[in-house]
């Protein structure tokens, strides 16, 4: 009897065992507090809802993570934001294509910060360039993603100080082929097979999801995939897109509230109540045609994008219920599987034709107002802005990333949108104003330097009342700021004193 009795109490014990390793929220936020980098509960719930934590595991109806790994992200987002003044979208990418433990992003933020930031004998602009550089490295700005533990950290210091060079009062960061260089990287050929390809596509740098608690899949690829050309989107970046876009639209559209169905000109309530969710993909198509093309890589289906769609069903309400099926808001993301599948990037942008056919799909009801938001995950064509499908009963915004944080909105003003355009827009109202504080911020680091203020906003496609926002946080933070209005133009400058 000693034998099976001692063999279930050591798989109890093992069991318990794995379960310790898991900690609450309230847990977090204690031990986090000790450890020097607080974070609260309601911050752990923020970070989750925008897409910058994974959703956490459940232990019976307990929300957790696994110890290590969440205190080690969390100790990462804090440097990445107050040592390093990075911003969510940033912080965002960084983790949604975090390959390894995040212990090894938080050990190299810290040695970056204590041994090159703070103690380090380079110049306060050579500084800036090497931070700008580091973070450039993780997020892909300068062609390819490196993992944090794979960035040398001595060789990058050492081409910023010898060839970033002044001109004027600007100081000059060295190009991106020699901080490349320096990391052993090289910038990749364009493939002779893409040679016909549309212009380049704006590499994300806007939306992610953390990859699991516990792991993130490596993307298994033939060796042309892994320096991808210049401008090309990856397989992982497309789904990165992707997760994040019908994310942001299904928090964005909880909060709209009511929505107005132009077909009969009134406004309906848009709450649990009174709409129902739709949630489908393309997952099953995915797979056949990975089939078709014999490539068997799970690492690959998990990093791919799956065409998805989240829907809501908006009914009006009457004394018995749910009645007739009013408005439906709908958001879709199309991207070009099958060069994904083939060589885990795409340069082609989507078509008119491209939109035309995702729209098909949605099998378009008379008597029922329609409006849909399509993300191509590789950018639009611009046939396909001009060619915005439109219908008695159909609103279409087609949409694309910006390549900077952002993402560009395209369709055709009407008053008939009553607001629900908004919530195809990914990025929040705050995320805006904190791009283009980084903005504002970056242009005016050479003393004497000036910015035109209306061409920020056109330059980045901000409103003027959140430049305006973000030009007051900076003017009452910085007393070296001044505006001014030269030729009745607004100019934003940097003293020289």
Same mark, same amino acid.
């Given at each position: 009897?000693?034998? &099976?009795? @001692? ?14 390793? #898991? ?22 719930? #923020?970070?989750? +809802? ?8 459940? $232990? ?14 969390? *100790?990462?987002? @804090? ?29 190299? /933020? ?25 973070? +450039? ?60 390809? %549309? ?22 690829? &033939? ?25 942001? #639209? ?5 909060? /709209?509230?009511? $929505? ?16 129902? #969710? ?18 068997? +890589? ?20 009457? *004394?018995?219920?749910?009645? %007739? ?12 599987? =099958? ?21 098909? =799909? ?20 611009? %046939? ?13 915004? /087609? ?10 909105? @395209?369709?055709? &003003? ?5 607001? $629900? ?8 109202? =705050?995320?805006?104003? =904190? ?8 242009? /005016?680091? &050479? ?13 980045? %496609? ?9 030009? +007051?946080?900076? *003017? ?15 100019? *934003? ?5």
């Amino acid at each position: 009897m000693s034998g &099976p009795h @001692h063999r279930l109490r050591s798989i109890g014990k093992t069991l318990q065992d794995e379960e310790s390793r #898991f900690i609450g929220y309230a847990e977090i936020e204690r031990k986090s507090k000790e450890l020097g980098f607080g974070m609260s509960v309601r911050t752990l719930r #923020f970070y989750v +809802d925008e897409g910058i934590l994974p959703p956490p595991k459940k $232990v019976g109806k307990t929300p957790v993570y696994e110890e290590e790994w969440i205190l080690n992200v969390l *100790l990462s987002i @804090h440097l990445m934001k107050t040592r390093f003044n990075r911003s969510l979208t940033e912080i965002r990418v960084i983790l949604g294509t975090m390959q390894e433990p995040p212990e090894r992003l938080a050990d190299k /933020l810290s040695v970056l910060y204590e041994d090159f930031v703070r103690a380090g004998s380079l110049k306060p602009l050579e500084r800036a360039g090497l931070i700008d550089a580091f973070f +450039d490295l993780l997020t892909g700005k300068l062609g390819q993603i490196l993992q944090a533990s794979q960035v040398k950290l001595g060789a990058l210091v050492d081409t910023i100080g010898r060839e970033g060079r002044v001109e004027g009062e600007a100081w000059l960061p060295p190009a991106p082929e020699s901080l490349l260089a320096s990391q052993g990287l090289a910038p990749a050929a364009p493939a002779e097979a893409d040679a016909g390809a %549309d212009a380049a596509a704006p590499v994300e740098a806007g939306a992610s999801v953390a990859a699991s608690a516990t792991e993130a899949p490596a993307l298994a690829a &033939p060796s042309s995939a892994l320096t991808p050309p210049e401008g090309a989107i990856t397989a992982r970046q497309a789904r990165i897109q992707e997760t994040a876009y019908v994310g942001r #639209f299904k928090a964005k559209f909880e909060r /709209l509230g009511r $929505v107005h169905c132009p077909l009969d000109g009134k406004g309906y309530k848009a709450g649990p109540r009174e709409h129902t #969710f739709v949630k489908k993909d393309r997952s099953s198509d995915v797979i056949e045609l990975m089939k078709r093309l014999r490539v068997y +890589d799970r690492s690959l289906l998990d990093a791919l994008p799956l065409n998805e769609m989240r829907e809501f069903r908006v009914q009006q309400r009457g *004394l018995f219920g749910r009645g %007739d099926l009013k408005v439906v808001v709908s958001a879709l993301c199309v991207s070009p599987i =099958e060069d994904l599948v083939r060589q885990r990037w795409s340069k082609r942008k989507l078509t008119a034709a491209d939109a035309k056919r995702a729209l098909e =799909e949605l099998e378009l009801k008379d008597g029922v107002f329609h409006y849909v938001g399509l993300l191509s995950t590789t950018g639009w064509q611009l %046939d396909g802005p001009e060619q915005i499908p439109t219908r008695r009963n159909l609103l279409a915004c /087609l949409v694309e990333s910006r390549g900077d944080g952002a993402w560009k909105l @395209h369709y055709v &003003p009407d008053d008939a949108w009553g607001g $629900v355009e908004t919530v195809f827009d990914p990025e929040t109202e =705050e995320e805006k104003v =904190e791009r283009v504080r980084g903005a504002m911020t970056h242009q /005016l680091r &050479p003393k004497g330097e000036f910015i035109i203020l209306q061409n920020l906003c056109e330059d980045l %496609d901000v409103p003027r009342h959140l430049v305006q926002t973000a030009l +007051d946080q900076l *003017l009452e933070e910085d007393p070296e700021l001044a505006v001014m209005t030269v030729g009745g133009r607004d100019i *934003l400058k940097r003293s020289r004193l």
